[in-house]
């Protein structure tokens, strides 16, 4: 399929590796504002061309796959102008501010018959998928609980403490947690998918102007089950948790650094359960440090769902099938977004 990309920004290096690298894509044009950069990353990548307008791009290269990675606030004006050329769209998140922009943008798809298809990468890591598998094969039990949780130093420098440059983030409803929220949302809604009652603390605990909130504590409850979504940027280190909670068992990973942790009860009865508990888990943990150590040495990052992500999607779009991230996966997150940004929902 004919590719292109829009946006050179950071999250676009995972995306051209992948279409410089898949056999099912033919990049045929990388487009970004900065001649210098859309010139640089078309070299680096193989793109045919080079472009700094994109809809000049739509009409030359004629992609039948655009991915759209530029800043949130533009997503809805180039998305439609890609869908009207007749592309398919794979959007960064969140792909609307709204969920009443998401629907009229999905319904704007429908009528031109193409996809409109949100990164959900975190999704596709192999973490994930694991602790999927443990669900599906009953290991867990029934889900009782959920936690996700981003520690992440965003006031201590880089790209969303410089004021002279202010990142874009910052203008989103929720600020920079609002480039986060999407991750965290759709993870939640894998293992509790209808919260029926959500509450959200936002807060500034830096207590300036530049950043919106710096703070998100969230809980989402669906019946008997309960789930927590947490944003905190004065802990350290730097993390992306996920602790799943069963009838039968419980399973954490952290996808900044791989690991898994399984406690279930153990042959030998309950005395010596944490015991081979703790034995299994050392094995496994282990085995997960090798497994970074080799990762850190080739590379690669914790966005490795990413590529899980995309070889899906393409498969999906090249057989007309459903891609991997469905219209309910984008629509309940959208949702949960909009309820916790609800000032009725705050506590």
Known sequence: MKSAVIGTGEISAEHLKFLANSKATD?????DLSPAAAGYAAKTFG?????TDYKQMLDE???EVVHVLTPPQSHVPISTDCLDAGAHVICEKPVTLGHDQFASLWNHADKKQKRLIEDHNYRFNRPVLKIEKLIADGVLGDVMEVDIRMALAIRDGGRFADRNLPNPAHKLPAGVIHDFITHLSYLVLRFIPDPDKVSAA???HGGDD???????????????????????????????AITVRGTRAEVQTDLFHPFMRLIK??????KLAPVVNQLANGLSLVG??????RNKLMQRTPYEGLHTFLNRTYDALQHDAEPPVTFDDMDRTSRLIDQMLAEGNWV
């Open 27 to 31: 990049l045929v044009g990388v487009c």
């Open 47 to 51: 793109a045919e061309n080079a472009y």
């Open 61 to 63: 290269a004629k992609p």
């Open 202 to 204: 936002w807060t500034n």
């Open 210 to 240: 530049l950043f919106k909130f710096d703070d998100l504590d969230a809980i989402l409850i669906a019946g008997d089950k309960h789930a927590r979504i947490r944003f905190s940027c004065r802990t350290a280190p730097d993390c992306f």
């Open 265 to 270: 009860p153990r042959t030998g009865g309950e």
């Open 288 to 293: 997960s440090s090798c497994s970074t150590l």
